[in-house]
């Protein structure tokens, strides 16, 4: 109960804007911010779960002489500066690819059966915020803990840390290498049907890949101080993270719809074909 009551802020904050930005865009029946969307709530709730205990000591107690903390190392620990400063970066990169792709394509595809039903369209803003609570619940777990609570970054944190931000620069190099590819085609300097070089060539969706990669690192880089300030069950949720991240992106949003896609325009195609046999579905080594 604790540590739900530290969250409170955070998963107000979370499910509120969801709903705010569901009240507007589902009558107009347009999803060409709705990744936006998602990237601003993963930015709202970070700041929420950093800042929340110092905005209610000064706002809402009202207590003489509380101030905002400054963002340095003597108000924050060493985790939640890196943390939260890889969440921002990451939501900003995302949200804005995903924007930019929206309005290139006037929309997303996925939505076509969606945004013209009121209650299905409502359900995906829930889902969403849903996503952004659960997949950042290890940021926010290490934001809401004082920072005299948090243990040293040890080898294990390290490793995590690194983990993840090889997997960033390996999803942004993903992202560049299919935008290049598809600007290429536009301006007619090839007639390639899909992209199959590059890190393509190691996985038909290398970009989720590392989007799983991530969010592991992420989980890993605050499981000593999950396990020291924290009960078992806010391992297991925060576990959640990257596991759900795996579910969405390999089983539900993400792979089924796009190799469906792929199958309805090339299945026919001996390159399409071979692609296929010959590029592993979603790990590069499997």
């Known amino acids: 109960m604790a540590v739900l009551s530290r969250l409170v802020p955070t998963i107000a904050t979370t499910y509120g804007l969801q709903a705010l930005f569901a009240a507007v865009f589902i009558p107009l029946q347009t999803e060409r911010f709705y990744d936006l969307c998602g990237s601003i709530g993963f930015l709202s709730a970070t700041g929420v779960s950093l800042y929340g205990p110092a905005l209610k000591a000064k706002y809402w107690d009202g207590i003489p002489g509380a101030t905002l903390p400054a963002l340095n190392t003597t108000n ?161 949720a925060a576990l959640g993270s990257p596991l759900l991240t795996y579910v969405l992106l390999r089983h539900i949003s993400g792979v089924p719809p796009l190799e469906k896609a792929g199958d309805k325009k090339w299945r026919d195609d001996p390159a399409w074909k071979a692609y296929k046999s010959n590029v592993p579905v979603f790990w590069p080594w499997a």
Do not use: C
Not at 131 to 152: C, D, F, R, S
Not at 211 to 228: D, K
């Open 76 to 236: 924050f620990a060493p985790r939640q500066l890196i943390l939260t400063a890889g969440l921002v970066v990451w939501s900003a990169r995302l949200g804005s690819f995903l924007l930019e792709r929206a309005i290139r394509h006037n929309g997303d595809s996925r939505f076509d059966t969606i945004r013209s039903n009121p209650v299905t369209f409502a359900l995906a803003w829930f889902m969403q915020a849903n996503w952004v609570m659960l997949v950042g619940l290890p940021v926010y777990l290490m934001n809401v803990l004082p920072a005299t609570q948090h243990t040293p970054l040890s080898r294990g944190d390290k490793v995590g840390l690194a983990f993840a931000a090889a997997a960033f620069v390996l999803e942004v190099i993903a992202d560049r290498q299919k935008s290049a590819w598809r600007a290429a085609k536009d301006a007619k300097v090839h007639s390639e049907k899909f992209i199959s070089h590059g890190l393509w060539g190691w996985s038909r969706h290398p970009n989720y890949v590392a989007e799983i990669g991530i969010w592991t690192g992420v989980f890993f880089s605050s499981l000593r101080t999950l396990r020291a300030a924290y009960p078992t069950s806010a391992t297991v």
